[in-house]
Every structure is written in C-alpha cells, then in structure tokens.
Nanobody, 124 residues
Framework: QVQLVQSGGGLVQAGGSLRLACAAS????????MAWFRQAPGKERAIVAA????????YYADSVKGRFTISRDNAKNTMYLQMNTLKPEDTAVYYC?????????????????WGQGTQVTVSS
C-alpha cells in the first residue's frame, strides 16, 4: 500500500506564491506517474499538473501554464507543486495522486492513490 501525505497550502494574497509537497511512503513504486488535482466548491475535481516518474515528462492545465511548476525528488519520493502569481480562481482543495502506470492521465478515476487534500485560498 502507498500512502501520500501532503503539506503546504494556506492563505495568500493574489499575486503571491505557495508550494505544495506530496511525500509517498509505504510500498512505493519506482515508475508510476503522479499528478496534482484541485477541486473548487461545486465543481468537479480537475487536473492541474502531472509528471512521469522516469523521464520527468510534465503536463499542465492551460489555466496554470507559466505560473505553476511540478517537480519531483526521486530520492525523497516527494513531488512538489510551486504555485506563483496566484489568482483568486486558483482557490480550491488541492490533492496529489499517484498511479501505478508510467503514463499520467487527466482523469481522476485513473489514479490509484490520493493524498488527504490541502486548502489553498487566494484572496483578491
């Protein structure tokens, strides 16, 4: 079993920055892809960014391109999401997720493991 533990998040003013972290423990896998999703009140969970574990190939939703950066530290089994130039519309609960496949997916249903979620609130 894999456990994903998130840290980071909080309240920030528009234009500010936050960094989220997602540490994997337990029976970790060496070649699975990981991703960040977010869910705002009344909306479906949507992908923010994803990264393949082997090559580090990344994907970003159009709404965060140029502002967010996904990265990973293989030695620490930790994934990060650096969020810059935050906007009020970025306000949501953010979740990290992992899949056993080497390929990432934009569908939440394809992911096998989830973090506990962390609130990010951007004030205007």
């Amino acid at each position: 079993q894999v456990q994903l533990v998130q840290s980071g998040g909080g309240l920030v003013q528009a234009g500010g920055s936050l960094r989220l972290a997602c540490a994997a423990s337990g029976r970790t896998f060496s070649n699975g892809a990981m991703a960040w999703f977010r869910q705002a009140p009344g909306k479906e969970r949507a992908i923010v960014a994803a990264i393949s574990w082997i090559r580090g190939t990344t994907y970003y939703a159009d709404s965060v391109k140029g502002r967010f950066t996904i990265s990973r530290d293989n030695a620490k089994n930790t994934m990060y999401l650096q969020m810059n130039t935050l906007k009020p519309e970025d306000t949501a609960v953010y979740y990290c997720a992992a899949v056993r496949s080497i390929y990432y997916s934009s569908s939440p249903a394809d992911y096998d493991y989830w973090g506990q979620g962390t609130q990010v609130t951007v004030s205007s």
